[in-house]
């Protein structure tokens, strides 16, 4: 598996869907290889399928990044007012926390390592509920990451302190 440089990702999980997913990207990994889409089956995750999404990962001749949606969960869908599948997310994340929200995504993309996001949304009418999110890297050969898998969980609750 993959180490982790940031410091333990495990330990700052609190939520028991976003421990649980985690432990299966973590059994997905092969060896010191990411795990790739292929191995992320959606019949051995249904409790996760309605507050997943799936990203793309596409590299310019540049080298510049740009990632697209795949596949969004139901319950994403709901919390943005919208189906934004296969929509470029620089398109799509225009709020105040999308150029935090887009350059996480590209850390993880370059550090091939799992990311950790507690917020409060910042879509209009939302901005009571609180969010967290697991963003796992996959990589069809096992190094490049190619795909990004998300899992949220919402709360309706306090909102969440600002994000570093």
Sequence with gaps: MPSRSLGDLASELQHPR?????AYWTSKCRGK???????IDPVEIPKHL???ALVDVVRDDAGGLRFRYRLIGSD???????NNTGKWLDEVLVSKNGAKILRNIEGV???????????????KGREHISYSRLL????????????????FVFDEGEPAPPAA
């Excluded at 994403?76 to 919208?82: F, K, L, S, T, Y």
């Excluded at 993309?109 to 879509?123: E, G, L, Y």
């Excluded at 796992?136 to 899992?151: E, N, Q, S």
Aim: overall charge negative; aromatic content about 6%.
């Design 18 to 22: 976003l421990k649980a997913f985690h």
């Design 33 to 39: 290889s990411l795990p790739s889409l292929a191995d």
């Design 50 to 52: 309605a507050t997943l």
């Design 76 to 82: 994403v869908m709901d919390m943005h007012h919208a």
């Design 109 to 123: 993309v370059k550090s091939a390592q799992p990311h950790f996001w507690h917020n409060t949304a910042s879509i």
């Design 136 to 151: 796992c890297p996959l990589a069809t050969d096992g190094k490049t990451v190619d795909a990004l898998v998300a899992v």
